[in-house]
């Protein structure tokens, strides 16, 4: 268990609340990828004093949540709060990065219930706003409203994580200090089964017909060479550089269709 001194604690409560803050306004940024948990895991183990934890606990919430994407009408859960408050807390009850994940899926959910409860009626707000400025002709209000949708609309729910680190994290380490011996194991167990949940939810979306029989190559190749996943990488690219200097219409790579001078009706222009 660590224990912080009251302006430590402050200036990582302060901390914390700019990284979240930065990386819920991506959208307004572009798209640098800051919001995934292989980002902002080592910036929070910086922010908290341990970076090697930091990335360790980063890159396990990643595979948590590399099958979590937007589809539809569904949400994933908030993995910028999770990820910030799971890693945050952990380092600072000095746990491993099962407790990064048991702590950290919970409060992504929670923050997304409250993210989607409060942050999109105001987004509502703003685009019946816009509707009317463009409909009066007013660019210059459209693209000042449309701006200041995302802050104010996120901007609410901002101030939550640093406030949840600064009244939770002594809460946090003492749960965890006096946790029996039989529950901390059952998270350990539990966090070593969510990457692996996380990566089959990613397996399954990508995996077709074309692709699966290198997928399951290079697992292989893994598993009885030795070789690192570096050197596998390395070497498929070899295989593709290969492939598409044969030729062999893989991946697209066929022969080019000429076109002939013969009308096609109303699709001349492809």
């Not at 912080?4 to 302060?14: D, F, G």
């Not at 529950?183 to 350990?188: A, L, N, R």
């Not at 966090?191 to 990566?199: K, R, S, V």
Request: aromatic letters at 10%; a neutral charge; glycine letters at 12%.
């Amino acid at each position: 268990m660590r224990r912080r001194s009251m302006s430590t604690t402050i200036i990582q409560t302060i901390l914390l609340g700019l990284l979240g803050l930065f990386s819920n306004a991506e959208w307004f940024l572009g798209t640098c990828y800051i919001q995934r948990p292989l980002i902002l895991g080592p910036l929070t183990g910086l922010i908290m004093g341990d970076l090697q934890a930091g990335i360790i606990m980063g890159a396990t919430m990643e595979l948590a949540f590399a099958g979590a994407s937007s589809i539809g009408g569904y949400d994933p859960p908030d993995m910028i709060s999770g990820t910030i408050l799971g890693v945050a807390f952990a380092i600072h009850s000095g746990a491993g990065p099962e407790m990064a994940l048991t702590l950290g899926i919970p409060i992504a959910t929670i923050m997304l219930l409250i993210s989607n409860s409060v942050g999109y009626p105001i987004l509502q707000i703003f685009a019946h706003m816009m509707d009317r400025n463009i409909a009066n002709g007013n660019d210059k209000a459209f693209q000042r409203n449309f701006i200041l949708s995302g802050f104010v609309a996120w901007g609410v729910t901002s101030p939550l994580l640093p406030l949840a680190y600064y009244f939770g994290s002594d809460k946090v380490t003492a749960l965890v200090g006096n946790m029996p011996e039989f529950i901390s194991t059952g998270m350990d167990i539990a966090g070593g089964l969510l990457p692996a949940m996380g990566f089959a939810m990613l397996a399954r979306m990508i995996m077709k017909k074309d692709v699966a029989p290198f997928f399951f190559i290079g697992y292989f190749v893994v598993a009885y060479s030795g070789m690192t996943t570096t050197g596998v990488a390395l070497f498929a690219i070899l295989i593709l550089a290969v492939m598409f200097t044969m030729k062999k219409g893989v991946f697209g790579a066929g022969k080019a269709t000429v076109v002939t001078g013969e009308k096609g009706g109303d699709f001349d222009e492809f």
